[in-house]
């Protein structure tokens, strides 16, 4: 690929784990130093075990291509943040080459190329002529920059005074309105509000689609899915899928969750959680009905659910709900116990309901169920729900004829008509 603006050639970063960076010397630290070596040779030689090299990144090659989108996913610690720091100059490779072509823009974490002592005016101006621009047309840029980040009032206010949030919106506002031709964003958007972070999504948006290069890190699979076209997915500093941007996500959610096989009995009871636990689920079970042999889900077929629940005491239940997440976090059913008025009788100890969907109407796909138990007064108060499970594990509503083809997008099927009119 010529056309690139990225280029990566075998890059790895390798650290050093359990040792301090050692600086210049002064006479406290001698004397320091000496008293130190006075402490138990056991401790020492656990130390020195502890001081192993580990790889942050390891043999990572990729082009990035001019004017495109990307997302890095992964799990923390699979070494985005690094390369990161890596492509913005923060830090350097350890091994292999980085070729950029072009002035980069980088917001890493909160503060980062800001001067506390500056004030926001000033940072400004510093961080354009840091990226070659001229101070006209920094100037140029000036309004719309304080205008995005609302810190007109607190402009000529040394940042160090700063809130965490104006901190943030002008770090941002700088990164992306100095017009670099490569803008590199982390995590930190979940540090703003939601205003802040449609603000900054419909921002970087428009950067991409003025033909800039955007490397977006986060784990907001949904911000992903929708301003990338591709993605990259790190694993334990290695690449371990490249592709279109639906595809890797794909690939990245299958390993997190658990997708068992129609009417087996799935164990929830170590399942991710929340609740007061008077009541809580133990296992489910799910059957597509009137589908195929195998009992697989179909699109505008029947779900049943056969819920075996524990509880303390002998209680009626208002609201008893199972729920269906697409993969990037959007609720698209929820089937409510309080919503058809019916109450759910549980004894002391282990009682089983079950659940039908009578017609789920979904596109082919892979879905997460959320299992949700309540008193729905108790958890307005504050009380809580008894249990709360968001992501219990994945069932596949699979294709059923030729017409649904993967890729035509939308999440619900609908009986429609069409007529040609004259």
């Known amino acids: 690929m010529t056309d690139y603006a990225i280029r990566l050639m075998s890059v790895g970063k390798q650290y050093r784990r359990g040792t301090r960076h050692e600086g210049y010397t002064t ?14 040779r056991a401790r020492r030689r656990r130390e020195a075990a502890e001081a192993t090299l580990f790889w942050a990144l390891r043999d990572v090659s990729m082009d990035v ?27 350097e490779p350890t091994t292999g080459e980085v070729h950029l072509r072009g002035r980069v823009g980088s917001l890493l974490e909160v503060g980062t190329g800001f001067h506390p002592e500056l004030t926001g005016r000033e940072n400004v101006l510093l961080n354009g002529a840091i990226l070659g621009m001229t101070h006209r047309e920094i ?26 949030g104006m901190y943030l919106r002008l770090a941002f506002a700088v990164a992306a309105h100095l017009e670099p031709e490569i803008l590199l964003v982390d995590e930190v958007l979940a540090v703003g509000d939601a205003a802040f972070q449609k603000r900054c999504l419909g921002k970087m948006d428009d950067v991409a689609r003025e033909g800039r290069t955007v490397i977006f890190v986060s784990h907001n699979l949904d911000a992903i899915r929708r ?28 390993a997190k969750y658990l997708r068992p096989p129609p009417e087996a009995v799935i164990d929830v009871t170590t399942a991710c959680r929340t609740g007061t636990g008077a009541a809580r689920f133990v296992s489910v079970s799910y059957t597509g009905c009137g589908g195929p042999a195998d009992h697989t889900p179909q699109p505008e077929g029947a779900i049943e659910f056969t819920l075996e629940i524990e509880s303390d005491i002998a ?9 269906l997440q697409d993969q990037y976090g959007t609720k698209v059913l929820n089937a409510d116990t309080l919503h058809i008025d019916r109450r759910v009788a549980l004894k002391q100890g282990r009682t089983f309901v079950r ?10 796909g892979i879905f997460r169920v959320g299992l949700w138990l309540a008193d729905p007064v108790q958890a307005q108060s504050g009380n809580g729900a008894y249990d709360y499970v968001e992501s219990a594990f994945e069932i596949e509503v699979a294709r059923t004829h030729a017409t649904l083809l993967p890729g035509t997008g939308g999440l619900v099927t609908c ?8």
Request: glycine share 8%; charged share 20%.
């Open 65 to 91: 291509p001019r004017g495109s989108a990307l997302g890095l996913i992964g799990q923390n610690g699979a070494g985005k943040s690094t390369l990161l720091k890596i492509l913005s100059r923060v830090t």
């Open 355 to 364: 659940l039908r969907m009578h017609a789920v109407h979904l596109m082919p």
């Open 315 to 323: 209680r009626q239940v208002r609201s008893l709900a199972v729920f």
């Open 415 to 422: 009986g429609f008509d069409v007529e040609e009119l004259e």
């Open 139 to 164: 100037r140029a840029r000036f309004d719309a920059i304080v205008a995005f980040a609302e810190t007109g009032n607190f402009i000529d206010t040394p940042v160090k005074h700063y809130s965490t």
């Open 27 to 40: 006479l406290r630290d001698a004397v320091s130093a000496g008293v130190r070596a006075l402490a138990s």
């Open 227 to 254: 301003l990338c076209s591709h993605a990259v997915m790190l694993e334990q500093g290695r690449v371990v899928c490249v592709g279109e941007t639906p595809a890797v996500l794909s690939q990245y959610l299958s």
